[in-house]
């Protein structure tokens, strides 16, 4: 007996068991997108959250030593290695705003004693806003206040995300050979496993043909009853 074919809205047949098994193998593949982006978008998460701590305990300590040596005096070599150790770490760059918004440290040593006129160092400048912490264009950026009851200079923070690539675009070589061992596995069990599914839709189907052939005390064996 020939195994029973599905028929879809554009007339192609397909067998109950091919038809099975893609159902399985499209499952597994949504289920395993869904779990690496869900993943990715958690790990990402995270990770801003640690590099955000870190760097605003460093800008609290940059501020801190700032306050005792004065933004405009020499601040000495300590203070400079350590923004540009900050800045190397970071894979990004250090600045220091006076309160007339001239750069009086850059550790990219390419706009110092330049102005800057931006947005979030005015809001920061003025008290307007405690901290600005801003993400954008693969960049973590933190604007921290320096003063007390007056602030009298801003800390600018420049941080690369570009190692958190593997992690956003999940769909690396990578995690694509994974995903495709998976998915042959999950194939040939698919395969398997719409094999037994369909075999005892094939005996009732037969049984049937008997019944209408006149068969009618022949009993129908289910797995698992008597």
């Not at 701590?53 to 070599?77: D, F, M, P, V």
């Not at 850059?106 to 993400?135: H, R, W």
């Not at 801003?154 to 956003?168: E, F, G, K, Y």
């Amino acid at each position: 007996m020939k195994e029973k074919k599905i028929k879809t809205k554009n007339g192609f047949r397909i067998s109950l068991r091919s038809y099975v098994t893609v159902v399985y193998i499209v499952t597994i593949v949504i289920v395993l997108s869904l779990y690496a982006f869900i993943t990715s978008k958690l790990q990402y998460k995270h990770y801003v959250e640690a590099l955000q701590k870190n760097i605003h305990a460093e800008c609290r300590t940059i501020a801190e030593r700032l306050k005792q040596t004065g933004i405009h005096s020499n601040y000495g070599a300590n203070v400079r290695a350590g923004l540009d150790d900050m800045a190397l770490h970071y894979k990004g760059r250090v600045m220091i705003i006076d309160e007339n918004y001239q750069i009086v440290c850059d550790t990219e040593y390419a706009n110092e004693n330049a102005y800057i006129i931006q947005e979030d160092v005015i809001s920061v400048m003025t008290g307007s806003k405690s901290e600005v912490v801003v993400t954008e264009d693969g960049y973590y950026y933190e604007y921290y206040p320096i003063g007390d009851s007056a602030v009298y200079g801003v800390i600018i923070v420049q941080a690369s995300l570009q190692d958190m690539r593997s992690v956003t675009t999940f769909w690396s070589w990578d995690n694509i050979l994974v995903c495709a061992l998976l998915i042959l596995c999950c194939g040939v069990h698919a395969y398997f496993f719409g094999k037994g599914s369909v075999r005892g839709i094939n005996q009732v189907n037969k049984r049937m043909e008997f019944a209408k052939d006149g068969h009618l005390n022949d009993k129908i064996p289910v797995r698992g009853f008597q």
